[in-house]
């Protein structure tokens, strides 16, 4: 089940990206937790009451302005709006009501979605109380009063946002059928690819970036078994405003993502990678889906040799060094070739997204791991290995119980991840591991001690 998605909207300069960071619970823009991944992010898992959703940031709307990137911050709203099942309009009291809000508000109406007004800066509700009555005239129901600044009423607005997700349909039974979104920048060939696949023009195909509105969901058949192909939308560009095309990416690809067993990402042979493809591949690797890298236009490459392939992977992997695990298919959309190595290799990434190791094979990989290379210690105090089982797929997620979970440096988790990978290869998907904390008391054994 894909999770619920909120687009935080308004005017400029009400207070979004501050709320955004708030209900995110740190400054998204200046993350770099991962090495690789570009953290500029407008989007952000958000936990609570027991309901989880991504949160989507958008620039603000100017309804009538003609200035160019008042008119992309316009249409990347409503890309959001589209694409989220519940929006979140944000007013500001200091301002007051104003023109430009309603006009907003009669946006936001002909979309039908769940709409949360907000009024944002009520630093004091008892002496600005009066100033948030006046938005009632909007005619969408009662505005929840917030400080984002302070932090405050965020618990109020959350359980006005979430009531929606009991009375929404996310939960609604979908196809059995394994979901592969196919993401990338604009004009990569993503439709194109659908299309061969298909082996007719279903989805419209244009040299014009952004052709494609939204995200389709196609049906197809190889050897016997059914997939369902998402193909993201593309975007307009418009070299003045970079990083709002960036945004409008990431908005189409959030969607796509989460509903998608394996992510195929569509690089164009050309071009190579960009810093963009790292962004949309870090959405996927985020939420540990199955990679499957496609080299597109490969037809097209200019000057090949018999070590052309390798040169390119290798300088896709030095760009997207996190994704090691990633498989790369080299193709052409347009004439059909290595077609069918893509289906095998998506296969196998589904194979390997859902595969289960037995805890005693786990555990002996884990002895074996631990007297190649000891654990680490501090001040000390060496790091302790009790157990490791698997407890869910798709990613394969591990716990593994030690004596100090500070001790666990994420070195040594990757090393141990190098092990297990080692041995069942997981080519095409990402490895989830959780660390947890057991007592030494009771006479626990080692994994060294338990399988001597």
Request: one cysteine or more; aromatic letters at 8%; proline letters at 3%.
């Amino acid at each position: 089940m894909s999770k619920p998605i909120v687009a935080i909207v308004g005017r400029p300069n009400v207070g979004k990206s501050t709320l955004f960071n708030a209900l995110a619970g740190e400054n998204i823009s200046i993350i770099k937790d991962t090495p690789g991944v570009t953290r500029d992010r407008i989007y952000a898992e958000v936990d609570w009451s027991g309901y989880q959703f991504t949160l989507i940031d958008t620039g603000g709307i100017e309804p009538e302005s003609d200035d160019v990137i008042l008119k992309q911050m316009r249409e990347q709203a409503q890309i959001a709006i589209e694409t989220a099942d519940v929006i979140l309009f944000m007013t500001d009291v200091r301002s007051g009501l104003v023109d430009a809000d309603g006009k907003v508000a009669d946006m936001l109406r002909k979309s039908g979605k769940p709409i949360v007004l907000c009024v944002n800066a009520v630093d004091h509700f008892l002496k600005q109380n009066l100033d948030v009555y006046e938005f009632y005239e909007l005619g969408l129901g009662d505005p929840v009063a917030i400080s984002a600044v302070n932090k405050q009423g965020l618990g109020d607005l959350l359980d006005e946002v979430t009531q929606y997700f009991e009375e929404g349909d996310f939960d609604m039974e979908e196809s059995p059928d394994p979901k592969i979104a196919v993401v990338g920048k604009p004009n990569v060939g993503k439709s194109s690819l659908v299309n061969k696949l298909l082996g007719e023009d279903r989805v419209i195909v244009s040299d014009v970036a952004g052709t494609t509105r939204d995200a389709i969901d196609t049906a197809v058949s190889w050897h016997g078994r059914n997939y369902i192909f998402i193909d993201t939308a593309g975007l307009r560009r418009k070299s003045r405003v970079k990083e709002d095309l960036e945004r409008y990416t990431v908005i189409r690809t959030v969607g796509a993502v989460e509903r998608a067993d394996v992510v195929v990402l569509v690089i164009d042979a050309v071009e190579g990678v960009t810093e963009q493809d790292a962004k949309i591949a870090g959405i996927a690797h985020d939420r540990g889906k199955g990679i499957v890298i496609a080299v597109n236009k490969w037809d097209a490459y200019p000057d090949k040799d018999t070590m052309s392939t390798k040169k390119f992977e290798a300088k896709v992997r030095q760009i997207l060094s996190y994704l090691s695990y990633a498989e790369v298919v080299f193709i052409s959309a347009q004439t059909g070739q290595r077609l069918n190595k893509l289906f095998y290799t998506i296969n196998m990434v589904l194979e390997n997204q859902n595969r289960r190791i037995p805890t005693g094979v786990l555990n002996e990989i884990m002895t074996e791991a631990v007297a190649l290379q000891q654990p680490p210690s501090d001040k000390g105090k060496r790091l302790k290995i009790y157990y490791m089982t698997q407890v869910s797929v798709a990613p394969p997620t591990f716990v593994i119980f030690v004596n100090d979970k500070k001790l666990m440096h994420f070195s040594y988790v990757r090393y141990l991840e190098n092990q297990i990978r080692q041995s069942f290869a997981f080519k095409g998907t990402a490895l989830k591991f959780i660390i947890r904390e057991r007592s030494e008391r009771g006479g626990q054994t080692t994994i060294e001690e338990k399988y001597k």
